[in-house]
């Protein structure tokens, strides 16, 4: 097959060149593609197929290396031409390939392997006869082809990883950093793009023993190789980051393996940091490491901050006496406690059960989604929200974990016991005429008996000490009620409740007491 | 001070943080445009040093002076180092420079207290601002947050960092009261709050100005105190469940030169360390509570991992049969990783599941062999009791070494 031949042309000829008994030669994944699609349509079975690549022609005396293959050509815009050129050929039928298949094909063909085409045309050709699992890594082939991804990814990841660019003295002109690495396998086109996105409109090129690329700034430019080895390059930024590698090293911590899993040897040498590893370790294992500090650093003079202790303390806020509640354990899990909020000239306070997961995180009560539903009651109702109080029995959120998130948990008999001492202090305080109880926890709490049931009370004001008690549902019931017309029922049941609550006070309307400020 | 030096300083003293995560931020790139700088969502880790931690981002301190005295930290007022700082250019030029030349893939900023807590943040803020603002970088930034700023200071930090931390300290309050008595946990958490609530909000609101896109982390301290890993770990399931924290980072303690008498000698094992990412992974990933991986007060295990232990301790749900089971169970079996356990119900899909597609996958055979039943492979029921399996999966005991600091690695 002649070179320079365009990936249509090859496939047009490799039903013959098999029948004829000639090696296909492809030198990227693109001719491939082309080359294979057109033998899947002719069935021609992978046993009767020899696949070669250029370097490994034994009659052509080029060098095995796919840039030489390309004659300096650019190797990125001929894929991308190829790409969109590919012409649709109606006679032989497309092979039905997922693109997650294509994908890994495309990946695994970057494998350096003598038999790397002839490996992929059995896959897809095992695919195309109905063996799906061949995709799987538990089918052998599927093994070969998920671990040659595997190494082609790890390799474009170690590169991105571990490529150095050296910084060339401006007057030198464009590239202005300058990096040499040795692949593994045929990854530099991709690792390319990664640069591209990353340095802007700087100047670079990366060095590889095959071939080459250059960013001028607008445009990446593929080459054959330009460097046999890296730049020698005096570098005032290495200086720098040698010393940082130094001593952002905890020697207390000495850990090579985990070192040397996760960068394997063949990179260190190319690495500037990597000279100072066997220095570091010994260092570490002769007392640094008991000391827990690098020679460098420990050998200055060192420096106590003078200052008084009342003075290091930050002017912050203090927490209340709310806050520093440990009548019960639910402090622990909660973020802060939520007292209660509202004027103090108030005459109808609200009690709710507990803050909830948006209450606890801004320290205010109702401001979550039930707080949302409490503003459309009072609306409907006709009251105005700043002119009652609203509180809880509870003052700390109880809660679960669910997943990530915190699921509400009913405070147990105990808990509001404990958080009663509160909330007598703000009825104690507060004197309202009229206490809304939300709730089954609230009615507890409010009228200091266990066994009082919600539907008892609901509908129906009791006396407790100087204040009347009316009960309403809490809204996280309203918001849980499934069935839309209990919903509404039930959102209505505490409309009506509200406005009961006004009609009291309107009705009680006695003078305060002159002891009440 | 040269700035090698300062970076000598400043590094060394930033050292003990475990987090160097470049992870979870958008996508941005500079192709064509001014500036520098890219985020793929994925961080990269540059390199490795001999303890076996990444470098992935610039982790330094803006200055080790500090007004605090928090036992644990080698820069407490108290402490006799040697003192550095840089100025805000600084940081930003050094940060530029080793970006260029692909040695990191950003910026994680930190720092002692200096005059106020707010005055200390503003230059944090100041660094992140002058990067984006000034010089169009594009790279991961990581601020961590003063507990004590004002809150506005930490939205305008979350405008220009990938993602913010505020460090809890230690697992318990009494801890943090007694050896960071400077620091409060309630002020901790309230920043944290407000953290999340930017971030709910922001959720809500996707016009919003950018706030800390890669979500917030914190950092503990094991081993500095008495608490054990059933402590730590239920704290650690309060934070994520209460401030949706992308991750927890445990940082063994490591002693420091004339440390204080109120923290011990000795560092806790790194194994300790190396257990709790396990069972955080197993909290974050895998669907466990904090319960069921530490029903009761102690430590974890040392010589199995926790999702073994857990199995061992939890017998009546295996062996399962990998062809019926719920697929949300199989990630529970020991030796069976998230992504292994998701081939799984693809190929059971297409076919029976049998004993060598395990092999195949390079599951753990050793590890799994008790717990599963496959088409062709069923573990004789019963027939070994958790302790001698345990026995038998057990990481190799080591040789006590008498000498540890004679013994060169």
Not at chain 1, 332 to 354: D, L, R
Not at chain 1, 410 to 429: D, G
Request: hydrophobic residues 40%.
């Amino acid at each position: 097959m002649k070179p320079g031949a365009s990936p249509a042309e090859l496939a047009a000829g490799a039903v013959a060149a098999v029948r004829a008994g000639r090696p296909l030669l492809v030198r990227d994944f693109t001719e491939w593609r082309a080359v294979a699609r057109e033998l899947l349509g002719a069935r021609v079975a992978p046993a009767s197929v020899t696949w070669g690549a250029p370097g490994e022609d034994l009659f052509s005396g080029a060098p095995a290396s796919i840039a030489a293959a390309h004659n300096g050509g650019d190797l990125l815009s001929a894929a991308t031409q190829a790409d969109e050129q590919e012409p649709i050929n109606g006679t032989t039928p497309r092979p039905h390939i997922p693109r997650s298949l294509m994908e890994m094909l495309q990946t695994a063909a970057c494998y350096r392997d003598h038999d790397r085409w002839a490996f992929l045309y059995r896959v897809i050709w095992r695919w195309q006869q109905g063996e799906h699992d061949v995709q799987s890594p538990a089918d052998a082939d599927g093994q070969r082809l998920n671990s040659m991804v595997k190494a082609v990814r790890r390799e474009v990841h170690d590169m991105h990883a571990y490529i150095r660019f050296r910084e060339r003295p401006i007057e030198a002109g464009a590239p202005h950093f300058v990096a040499w690495f040795e692949p593994a396998h045929d990854v530099l086109p991709q690792v390319a793009e990664h640069f591209v996105a990353r340095m802007g409109k700087v100047s670079w090129m990366i060095a590889t023993p095959d071939a080459s690329v250059l960013w001028d700034g607008a445009t990446l430019h593929q080459t054959g190789p330009l460097m046999s080895s890296a730049a020698d390059l005096i570098d005032a930024g290495e200086a720098l980051w040698l010393t940082y590698y130094r001593s952002i090293f905890n020697p207390a911590r000495l850990n090579t393996q985990v070192m040397n899993s996760h960068i394997p040897s063949r990179f260190w040498k190319n690495l500037p940091e990597g000279a100072l590893v066997p220095s570091l370790v010994s260092q570490a294992g002769l007392g640094a490491r008991r000391i827990g500090q690098v020679e460098a650093v420990g050998r200055r003079s060192g420096r106590t901050i003078p200052i008084e202790a009342e003075q290091a303390q930050p002017e912050r806020q203090q927490p209340s006496k709310l806050d520093e509640c440990r009548r019960c354990d639910l402090w622990e899990h909660a973020t802060q406690a939520v007292g209660g909020e509202g004027p103090k000239s108030a005459k109808i306070m609200i009690v709710g059960e507990q803050p909830g997961d948006q209450e606890d995180l801004a320290g205010q009560p109702f401001v979550g989604p039930a707080g949302k539903l409490l503003d459309r009651v009072f609306e409907q109702a006709g009251v105005d929200r700043k002119g009652v109080y609203i509180t809880n029995a509870v003052k700390h959120f109880k809660w679960e974990p669910r997943g990530k998130r915190r699921l509400h948990k009913t405070p147990a008999q105990k808990e509001i016991e404990a958080c009663h001492y509160w909330l007598e202090k703000e009825i104690a305080t507060r004197k309202p005429k009229v206490i809304v109880a939300m709730g089954a926890t609230a009615l507890k709490s409010v009228l200091q008996t266990g066994s009082v049931t919600l539907k008892d009370k609901l509908g129906h004001p009791v006396r407790h000490g100087d204040s009347w008690v009316v009960t309403i549902y809490h809204p996280s019931y309203v918001l849980r009620v499934p069935d839309e017309s209990a919903k509404h029922e039930a959102f209505s049941v505490m409309v009506k409740g509200l406005k009961l609550a006004q009609e009291l006070l309107d009705r009680l309307d006695v003078p305060e007491p002159p002891s009440a400020s | 001070m040269e700035l090698n030096d300062k970076l000598e300083i400043l590094a060394d003293a930033a050292k003990y943080d475990a987090s160097c995560a470049s992870s979870g931020a958008p996508k941005r790139g500079s192709e064509g445009k001014d500036g520098l700088g890219a985020t793929t969502g994925m961080g990269i880790c540059h390199s490795y040093t001999p303890d076996g931690r990444c470098v992935s981002l610039l982790k330094i301190l803006l200055t080790n002076f500090c007004i605090y005295d928090c036992q644990y930290c080698i820069n407490r007022r108290t402490s006799n180092v040697p003192r550095a700082r840089f100025a805000v250019d600084e940081v930003v030029k050094l940060t530029q420079d080793f970006y260029l030349r692909n040695y990191i893939d950003g910026l994680f900023l930190s720092s002692g207290i200096i005059q106020s807590a707010d005055y200390t943040m503003e230059q944090l803020v100041a660094v992140a601002r002058q990067l984006r603002e000034v010089h169009q970088f594009r790279g991961y930034i990581h601020l961590k947050t003063i507990p004590d700023a004002d809150p506005l200071l930490i939205q305008e930090a979350g405008r220009w960092a990938d993602r913010l931390s505020v460090n809890i300290e230690l697992p318990t309050h009494d801890s943090v009261t007694r050896l960071a008595p400077e620091k409060s946990v309630h002020t901790i958490k309230l920043a944290m709050g407000s953290i999340r609530r930017k971030l709910d909000e922001k959720a809500e609101e996707p016009k919003a100005p950018n706030f800390a896109p890669a979500g917030q982390s914190t950092q503990m301290i094991v081993g500095a105190d008495a608490s054990d890993d059933h402590t730590i770990l239920n704290t650690a399931e309060t934070l994520y469940g209460s401030y949706k924290l992308k991750r927890v980072y445990y940082s063994a303690f490591s002693p420091i030169p004339q440390s204080p008498g109120s923290v011990p000698l000795a560092p806790p094992p790194l194994l300790r360390e190396h257990r709790l990412y396990q069972a955080d992974f197993l909290l974050r990933g895998y669907g466990f509570t904090a319960g069921e991986l530490m029903p009761q007060t102690g430590n974890l295990a040392l010589d199995v991992d926790p999702k073994l232990a857990w199995a061992l301790a939890n017998r009546e749900h295996f062996p399962m049969d990998l062809n019926r089971v719920d697929a949300s169970l199989i990630p529970r079996i020991p030796g069976i990783g998230l992504r292994n356990a998701k081939r799984l119900v693809e190929l059971r899909r297409l076919r029976r599941i049998r004993w060598e597609d395990l092999s195949r996958l390079r599951c753990s055979l050793k590890k799994l062999a008790p717990f599963v039943v496959t088409a062709d492979y069923k573990p004789a029921q019963g027939a070994t009791s958790s302790d001698l399996l345990r026995k038998h999966m057990a990481d190799a005991p080591q040789q006590m070494n008498l000498w540890p600091e004679l013994q060169a690695a």
